[in-house]
């Protein structure tokens, strides 16, 4: 079991940043793979990246390309996202999940999924 708790969301303006953090419990933090997603309203969840189990290859969405950067720190057992030149499209609450399958970029392919944190661009 892994349980996720995701921090750092707020209210920004348009090209602010933002730094999430995700706190894994549990002493098999990495061997999992960590993703982030975000869902609008009215909206699906959607992949926004991906790290390894060792944070080496990453995965990102063609959205987030260039702005945003996972990265993890397994001693810590946190993943974070650091997202730069925000922009209103990223509103969404943005949820890390943990899974086995390497560098999913599917819903499908995590098994656990933090709360969930809020994240507000401005125009």
């Known amino acids: 079991q892994v349980q996720l708790v995701e921090a750092g969301g707020g209210l920004v303006q348009t090209g602010g940043s933002l730094r999430l953090s995700c706190a894994a419990s549990g002493r098999t933090f990495s061997r999992y793979a960590m993703g982030w997603f975000r869902q609008a309203p009215g909206k699906e969840r959607e992949f926004v990246a991906a790290a390894s189990w060792s944070g080496s290859s990453t995965k990102y969405a063609d959205s987030v390309k260039g702005r945003f950067t996972i990265s993890r720190d397994n001693a810590k057992n946190t993943v974070y996202l650091q997202m730069n030149n925000l922009k209103p499209e990223d509103t969404a609450v943005y949820y890390c999940?943990?899974?086995?399958?390497?560098?999913?970029?599917?819903?499908?392919?995590?098994?656990?999924w933090g709360q969930g944190t809020q994240v507000t661009v401005s125009s």
């Open positions: 999940a943990a899974g086995v399958i390497y560098i999913g970029a599917t819903v499908g392919e995590y098994n656990y």
